[in-house]
């Protein structure tokens, strides 16, 4: 799905952003067919249907293939350690928070090596949005079962199947406290770029699990696996407001499963609460050291 695009003035000049906009010369090296291509395009798409450009946001990447983004993705962006996407976005949030922070992480980066940081970052709120590629495997080092593995999915780790019961990302970041969970699927577009868009627009944290498959290393969980079960949850008049039906919509999973915005609501984020950046962001707040030698000698 292609954009018409959002003008923006800046210095006098008129800028468009488009999809485009956001090209560099690198070609994607990710497995013909992979669903990262649907949800780089759908960020790429709501970006610039927000009018937010390469230079208006910083993106971070934690590690797997989703990672690879960075690549061919133009804007700013640091590639994190393996689970610490969070982290650094926190940090940059913290350091600069007039600017847009979208994290790009995979299952395994967000919910298991970074599960602890996935907890903590829901409950703090911070105005950061999480895109979760998950696709029940840790692609990038060829295909072991990751922390959402399920329906007994047999992967090189889990010759016999995964024994036992998967992270449902939702669930968990519902309780934990974050105030915009969503899911969406890579094989629709228009849905994801809206929803992405959503995510992105809340002044949270706002986590968007991302149905995405893998089509080299999980050979069960298909589009067309997914697609025979997706239904949107506003064909249901399902409404977003109660942290209890969004726990309970979110643990279902089989013949249907549920794609749209399972809990969004209003609340502080961790910027609103710190007093230190009510006089502007960090980086344009002088240092307040006069003595940089004075400061260092108490630490040696
Ligand atoms: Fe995509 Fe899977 Fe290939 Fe990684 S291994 S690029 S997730 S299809
Ligand atoms: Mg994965």
């Known amino acids: 799905m292609a954009t018409g695009g959002n003008n923006r003035k800046d210095k006098g000049m008129t800028t468009t952003i488009t999809a485009n906009s956001f090209k560099t010369s690198y070609l994607p090296t990710w497995c013909p067919g992979c669903g990262d291509f649907g949800i780089w395009m759908a960020l790429k798409n ?11 946001a910083l993106l971070i990447y934690g590690i797997g293939c989703h990672g690879n983004m960075s690549a061919w993705m133009r804007s700013y962006g640091i ?8 982290p650094v976005a926190q940090g940059a949030k913290l350091a600069n928070h007039t600017v847009p922070v ?31 590629h998950d696709n029940q495997v840790y692609g990038l080092t060829t295909g072991q079962a990751s922390p959402t593995a399920k329906d007994k999915l047999k992967t090189k780790s889990t010759p016999d199947g ?71 949850l506003d064909s249901v008049k399902y409404v977003p407001n109660n942290r209890l039906a969004a726990v309970e919509k979110a643990l279902e999973w089989g013949d249907k499963i549920p794609l749209g915005v399972f809990y969004s ?21 002088p240092l307040g050291i006069s003595d940089l030698n004075t400061l260092l000698s108490e630490f040696r």
């Open 46 to 56: 709501a970006l610039a249907e927000l009018g937010i450009g390469p230079d208006d």
């Open 79 to 86: 590639v994190g350690l393996h689970g610490r996407t969070l």
């Open 102 to 132: 979208i994290a790009i992480a995979g299952d395994g980066d967000c919910l298991g090596e970074g599960g602890n940081h996935f907890i903590h970052a829901a409950k703090r709120n911070p105005d950061i949005t999480v895109l979760i």
């Open 162 to 232: 995964v024994a036992e019961p998967a992270v449902n990302p939702l669930t968990l970041a519902i309780v934990s406290g974050a105030t915009f969970v969503a899911r969406g699927f890579a094989g629709d577009m228009p849905g994801l770029t809206n929803l992405i868009s959503a995510a992105v627009k809340h002044k949270g944290f706002s986590v968007l699990d991302i149905l995405q498959p893998c089509v080299t290393f999980n050979h069960v969980h298909t589009y067309q696996w997914y697609r025979s079960r997706l239904y949107q």
């Open 265 to 285: 609501e209003n609340a502080s984020t961790s910027e609103d609460r710190e007093p230190a950046l009510s006089s502007g962001s960090l980086v344009s707040q």
